[in-house]
Nanobody
């Protein structure tokens, strides 16, 4: 049974930082795709960042480049998203996702490329 459990969300002021974590169980993702997504009410789920654990290749949405960093621990059990210089528009529910496939780079930030999802952690940024 694959389980993804996010944590680390919260409320911060604009310019602040948060670090999200995603603990993975029941799944060996050392060679597979992992990603972070976010969603606000009434909007589609948006890809934020993704990483190919086997190669360490990362990709970011333009809106978060230079502010967010995706990483994993050495045991590749926990996925992280470090978020700096947060803006009110970063307010959303953030989800961790995983998939055993290795799609093309152009597909890495698309929700349909991922099979497994966590329940989400809320991030609220106030101005």
């Amino acid at each position: 049974q694959v389980q993804l459990v996010e944590s680390g969300g919260g409320s911060v002021q604009a310019g602040g930082s948060l670090k999200l974590s995603c603990e993975v169980s029941g799944y060996t993702f050392s060679e597979h795709l992992m990603g972070w997504f976010r969603q606000t009410p009434g909007k589609e789920r948006e890809g934020v960042a993704a990483i190919r654990p086997g190669t360490g290749t990362t990709i970011y949405a333009d809106s978060v480049k230079g502010r967010f960093t995706i990483s994993q621990d050495r045991a590749k059990i926990t996925l992280f998203l470090e978020m700096n210089n947060l803006k009110p528009e970063d307010t959303a529910m953030y989800y961790c996702a995983a998939d055993p496939s290795s799609p093309a780079r152009s597909l890495l930030l698309l929700p349909q490329s991922y099979k497994y999802w966590g329940q989400g952690t809320q991030v609220t940024v106030s101005s």
